[in-house]
Structure formats: C-alpha cells, structure tokens
C-alpha cells in the first residue's frame, strides 16, 4: 500500500510542478521556478520509493494518466485554457485506462 501513496504524492508533487512551470515564465519568476525544481525533484524521489515494490511500466501510466487529467483540469480551471469535447473524452479514455490497469491487471502490484 505504501507504493500507492508514494506514487500518488508523487504525482501531486509532478502537478504542482508543472504548475509552476508555467507561472516561472521560462525560469525568470524565482519563486515559482524554485517551486518547479523542489516539485518535480520530490517526484521522482517519490516516484523512486515506488518503483521498489510496483513495475515501472505499471507505476508511469498510472502517474501519467492521472497527471494529464490533473494538469489539464488545473490549465482549465486556472489559466482558462479550453478543453474541447475530444480533449474531454481522451482524458476519459485515459482514465478508464488507468481504472482497468488497476483494477483487472495481474502485474498492477495489487
């Protein structure tokens, strides 16, 4: 259970990452640039603990899939960047992705 909870801090670490990112303003706003680093450095260490006990293959789409859907709905939400009805649907997709990698695979680690 340990590597659930390291992978999903690990996620919201990468989120708020690339979060940042984008108000650092190509790294010339120091705060949000010093909030990209210690983020998305945190993630991988984090990202690092779960790959101890969870494959790899298994633990990046789950932290991809859930990392795009979150980003995106954060750049929806905060920066009013549109999502159209395919982005909406793929993002669904990829969810229902990351719900069957979880819930039927026999190498998700369960």
């Given at each position: 259970?340990?590597?659930?909870l390291f992978l999903f801090l ?84 990829i969810m229902a992705g990351v719900v069957v990698i979880n819930v ?7």
């Amino acid at each position: 259970m340990n590597a659930y909870l390291f992978l999903f801090l690990a996620i919201i670490c990468e989120v708020i990452a690339t979060s940042s990112l984008k108000l650092s303003n190509g790294f010339t706003q120091l705060g949000f640039t010093i909030i990209t680093i210690v983020g998305y450095s945190a993630s991988f260490y984090l990202l690092s603990l779960t790959l101890k006990t969870m494959h790899v293959g298994i633990a990046y789409a789950i932290w991809s899939g859930i990392g795009i859907v979150l980003v995106s709905l954060i750049a929806w939400f905060f920066f009013k960047q549109s999502l159209d009805l395919a982005a909406l649907i793929g993002m669904g997709l990829i969810m229902a992705g990351v719900v069957v990698i979880n819930v039927f695979s026999k190498v998700a680690g369960h």
